[in-house]
C-alpha cells in the first residue's frame, strides 16, 4: 500500500486504467455467448419455425379439404363448375334425338296401287336405361302412284302421302358394344293423301303444269315393327353418346281402299318397308 502511495500520480492513473480494461473484458466474455453457439442456436430456432409452420399449413389445408363443398386444391370454384358439367352430362344423356331419311317399298296388295318412295323421320324422346328408351316419332313418307292406277283415276300423275306421330319404344340389345342392335315398334296416328294431276295449260312460258284432278284421305290408326343395327361413334373412351343406324320397318296402316272414280269402296290395308338411315343420340 505504501508503495502504491509513492508512484507518481500519472503511473497511478495509468495502473487503475489497466485493472478497469481487464475487469471489462473479463466480465464480457463470461456474458456474451460465443458466435457459434448463437449461430447454432438462430439455426435450430429457425428450422423449428418452419416445421411449426409447414404443419399448420397443412393441417389448414386438411381442415379446408374436409369441409362439405369446399374447392378443390388449385383452383376456385371447383365443386359448382363440376356440378354445372354433371347436370348437362345428365340432361344429354336422358334426352334422345333421331333424325333418319331413306326409301320405301311396298308389299301385299298394295303394289297395284302405291309404288316406291322416301321418307323423312324425326324423334324425341327419353332414355330410361341404357337398354330402353322412348321416342316420339314424326314420319313423312312421300310415294308414287302407278301409271295404270293414275290412268284409271284420270290423271297424268299422281302420288300418296303418309304422315304420322307415333309412340315408339327402342330396346337395345348389346348397349355396351361400339356395334349393336336394336329392336323398336310402337303405333300411333296415321293420315294417308291419295291424289291425282293432270297437265293443264299453262304457266308464264307457255308449259304445262300440273293441276289437281282427284284428291282422297283418310285419318286411322296403325303400326309398325322393326329391327336396326347401330354403330357408336366418338367417345374417349368408346363411351360417345351418337350412333349411325340402319333400320328396316314393317308398317301396317288401316287405309280404306279406293276407287279410282268413286272414292273409298270399303276398309282395306297400306302396307309398306321404310328403310331408314340417320343418326340418333
Same mark, same amino acid.
Given at each position: 500500500?505504501? %508503495?502504491?502511495?509513492?508512484? /507518481?500520480?500519472?503511473?497511478?492513473? #495509468?495502473?487503475?486504467?489497466?485493472?478497469?480494461?481487464?475487469?471489462?473484458?473479463?466480465? #464480457?466474455? @463470461?456474458?456474451? +455467448?460465443?458466435?457459434?453457439? *448463437?449461430?447454432?442456436?438462430?439455426?435450430?430456432?429457425?428450422?423449428?419455425? /418452419?416445421?411449426?409452420? !409447414?404443419?399448420?399449413?397443412?393441417?389448414?389445408?386438411?381442415? /379446408?379439404?374436409?369441409?362439405?363443398?369446399?374447392?378443390?386444391?388449385?383452383?376456385?370454384?371447383?365443386?359448382?363448375?363440376?356440378?354445372?358439367?354433371?347436370?348437362?352430362?345428365?340432361?344429354?344423356?336422358?334426352?334422345?334425338?333421331?333424325?333418319?331419311?331413306?326409301?320405301? #317399298? +311396298?308389299?301385299?296388295?298394295?303394289?297395284?296401287?302405291?309404288?316406291?318412295?322416301?321418307?323423312?323421320?324425326?324423334?324425341?324422346?327419353?332414355?330410361?336405361?341404357?337398354?330402353? #328408351?322412348?321416342?316420339?316419332?314424326?314420319?313423312?313418307?312421300?310415294?308414287?302412284?302407278?301409271?295404270?292406277?293414275?290412268?284409271?283415276?284420270?290423271?297424268?300423275?299422281?302420288? $300418296?302421302?303418309?304422315? %304420322?306421330?307415333?309412340?315408339? +319404344?327402342?330396346?337395345?340389345?348389346?348397349?355396351?358394344? &361400339?356395334? /349393336?342392335?336394336?329392336?323398336?315398334?310402337?303405333?300411333?296416328?296415321?293420315?294417308?293423301?291419295?291424289?291425282? &294431276?293432270?297437265?293443264?295449260?299453262?304457266?308464264?312460258?307457255?308449259?304445262?303444269? +300440273?293441276?289437281?284432278?282427284?284428291? *282422297?284421305?283418310?285419318? !286411322?290408326?296403325?303400326?309398325?315393327?322393326?329391327?336396326?343395327?347401330?354403330?357408336?361413334?366418338?367417345?374417349?373412351?368408346?363411351?360417345?353418346?351418337?350412333?349411325?343406324? $340402319?333400320?328396316?320397318?314393317?308398317?301396317?296402316?288401316?287405309?280404306?281402299?279406293?276407287?279410282?272414280? &268413286?272414292?273409298? &269402296?270399303?276398309?282395306? @290395308?297400306?302396307?309398306?318397308?321404310?328403310?331408314?338411315?340417320?343418326?340418333?343420340?
Amino acid at each position: 500500500m505504501s %508503495s502504491f502511495r509513492r508512484m /507518481s500520480l500519472l503511473r497511478r492513473v #495509468s495502473f487503475l486504467c489497466s485493472l478497469a480494461v481487464l475487469a471489462v473484458g473479463s466480465a #464480457s466474455a @463470461q456474458s456474451a +455467448p460465443s458466435s457459434s453457439s *448463437f449461430s447454432s442456436s438462430l439455426f435450430a430456432a429457425g428450422e423449428s419455425s /418452419s416445421h411449426e409452420s !409447414q404443419f399448420a399449413l397443412d393441417e389448414g389445408i386438411g381442415r /379446408s379439404s374436409a369441409l362439405p363443398g369446399a374447392p378443390a386444391a388449385g383452383g376456385s370454384g371447383g365443386g359448382t363448375a363440376q356440378q354445372g358439367h354433371g347436370w348437362k352430362s345428365k340432361v344429354s344423356r336422358d334426352f334422345a334425338l333421331e333424325l333418319g331419311a331413306g326409301f320405301n #317399298s +311396298p308389299i301385299g296388295n298394295d303394289k297395284p296401287f302405291i309404288t316406291w318412295g322416301g321418307n323423312l323421320t324425326v324423334g324425341g324422346g327419353l332414355h330410361f336405361s341404357k337398354r330402353l #328408351s322412348l321416342l316420339a316419332e314424326y314420319q313423312l313418307i312421300d310415294d308414287k302412284l302407278p301409271a295404270a292406277f293414275v290412268a284409271a283415276g284420270g290423271g297424268t300423275a299422281g302420288n $300418296a302421302h303418309i304422315w %304420322s306421330f307415333t309412340l315408339d +319404344p327402342v330396346l337395345d340389345i348389346l348397349p355396351k358394344r &361400339t356395334n /349393336s342392335v336394336y329392336l323398336t315398334g310402337g303405333g300411333g296416328f296415321y293420315r294417308k293423301v291419295t291424289s291425282f &294431276t293432270v297437265e293443264a295449260c299453262c304457266d308464264f312460258y307457255g308449259y304445262l303444269v +300440273p293441276e289437281l284432278a282427284n284428291h *282422297f284421305s283418310s285419318n !286411322q290408326g296403325g303400326v309398325n315393327l322393326g329391327i336396326g343395327f347401330t354403330h357408336r361413334l366418338g367417345g374417349v373412351y368408346g363411351d360417345g353418346t351418337t350412333k349411325l343406324f $340402319a333400320e328396316a320397318r314393317y308398317l301396317d296402316v288401316k287405309t280404306p281402299e279406293f276407287n279410282a272414280f &268413286t272414292g273409298p &269402296t270399303r276398309m282395306g @290395308q297400306t302396307e309398306l318397308i321404310p328403310v331408314n338411315f340417320g343418326l340418333r343420340w
